[in-house]
């Protein structure tokens, strides 16, 4: 018995039927059916963001690697195209800091492809402006409606945050892959967020004097927005987990058992009655002590915390795993490959998980990538042996050239 594939072209993609051939006919087995939704970069356009005074880049559809010393520009360049993606910097929460110093402005621009139709994305911010988001020439009234729309996933030593830092940044990657896929979802956490704030300011009000009836009115909005964010991130990790513990075993190639785990205060009670048994709390504290806000995700090994008992090597496997596991959830929601930003990586891993990665790369199941590397030929020289198409360019000074 031999798999044969079927090759479709459906409205602008590609669908891939394993048939079996049995004897002098065909017949489907076990259907498996890949939809790939081809998207990527065509090129990129940057004009005084961080580092970068002009450059514009033609983009290979496989693979492009940045290459050069620290701090000439390649992790900018990676952030210009996380910016694309989620309309602000993978590391400054601050616009301004974006613009090269002592310039006005800094435009990023890219034009990609989807399902085989092209389209521009531009992201420009004047100091003292606000910034300016375009898709098609067309300026989003906001930020948020473009979240989605041109998935990224970025691998980057400063994964590690999400181990050693606290629930906020947590609950920051388990909302970035959900509001992906969920508009609601994202509305709601916006509008809860608001809330929250409404809700904290009233209770910082001098000598306690606060009306019960306006603080009702914020909470019974509060509750429906925090119940649905609850069953969205619950659903969610409960799917994405076998994924993670899938990718955690073929990168660790042993058994020792890891855990991820949602952590929230609605699973044991109803957001009402927490507002009602912290009430008096949250008035001494002067902020709202329990909810949503404060979910968070759990990571062990062995059944001990991650951040104390995990070695270096496991935790890299850990965050190797979450990441390529946010990558497969993306893809298999949205049907498409986002475009993956390996940001100084293969400096920082041993050759098992070197070989892992680049294996993926080589049987084009990371769709296009990003690498930035010190080494002018390590990395060229192991795409060219795997006879993976790349571009390459050296990046000094914040200016890249091509390598030919």
Same mark, same amino acid.
């Given at each position: ?47 005084? $963001? ?68 092209? $389209?521009?994305?531009?992201?420009? +911010?004047?100091?003292?402006? /606000? ?78 004097? =606060? ?46 058992? =890891?855990? +991820? ?13 927490? $507002? ?23 990571? @062990? ?14 935790? /890299? ?14 893809? @298999? ?24 990665? +680049? ?6 199941? +990371? ?6 590397? @010190? ?30």
């Amino acid at each position: 018995m031999s798999l044969l594939p079927l090759i479709i072209n459906y409205n602008e993609s590609l669908i891939i039927i394993l048939v079996c051939k049995n004897s002098f006919f065909y017949k489907l087995q076990d259907i498996l059916i890949y939809r790939i939704f081809i998207m990527y970069l065509k090129s990129l356009s940057l004009v005084n $963001f961080k580092n970068i005074f002009q450059v514009d880049i033609n983009l290979s559809e496989r693979v492009n690697c940045f290459i050069g010393n620290n701090g000439q520009g390649k992790t900018n360049l990676l952030d210009a195209i996380y910016h694309l993606s989620y309309t602000k910097s993978f590391f400054n929460s601050m616009d301004s800091q974006n613009i090269m110093f002592d310039h006005p402005f800094y435009v990023i621009q890219g034009n990609a492809s989807v399902h085989n139709v092209d $389209f521009s994305l531009y992201c420009g +911010l004047k100091r003292g402006d /606000k910034k300016v988001f375009r898709k098609n020439k067309k300026v989003y009234k906001k930020l948020a409606d473009h979240i989605g729309n041109f998935p990224v996933v970025m691998i980057t030593p400063y994964d590690i945050n999400l181990i050693l830092e606290g629930g906020d940044t947590r609950r920051k990657f388990l909302d970035s892959i959900i509001a992906q896929f969920d508009k609601g979802y994202l509305q709601y956490l916006i509008q809860y967020n608001k809330l929250l704030k409404q809700r904290n300011a009233l209770l910082k009000i001098q000598n306690n004097i =606060v009306s019960n009836e306006l603080m009702q009115v914020y909470e019974m909005q509060m509750e429906e927005k925090a119940n649905f964010i609850f069953e969205k991130r619950n659903i969610f990790v409960n799917d994405f987990i076998p994924l993670f513990n899938r990718f955690y075993k073929d990168i660790s190639s042993n058994n020792e058992s =890891v855990g +991820l785990d949602y952590i929230s205060a609605l699973k044991d009670s109803s957001m009402k009655n927490i $507002f009602d048994s912290n009430r008096t709390k949250d008035l001494i504290l002067k902020y709202t002590s329990q909810g949503v806000h404060r979910d968070d995700l759990s990571f @062990t090994i062995a059944e001990h915390p991650l951040k104390k008992f995990g070695s270096q090597g496991q935790q /890299k496997t850990f965050l190797i795993a979450l990441k390529l596991a946010m990558f497969e959830y993306i893809k @298999t929601k949205k049907e498409i490959n986002p475009i993956l930003l390996l940001d100084d990586i293969f400096d920082k891993l041993d050759d098992h998980r070197v070989g892992y990665i +680049l294996n993926l790369i080589e049987q084009n199941k +990371l769709g296009q990538t990003f690498i930035t590397d @010190t080494s002018i030929k390590k990395i060229p020289d192991i795409l060219n042996n795997l006879n993976v198409n790349h571009n390459s360019f050296v990046i000094e000074s914040g200016k890249a050239d091509i390598v030919k």
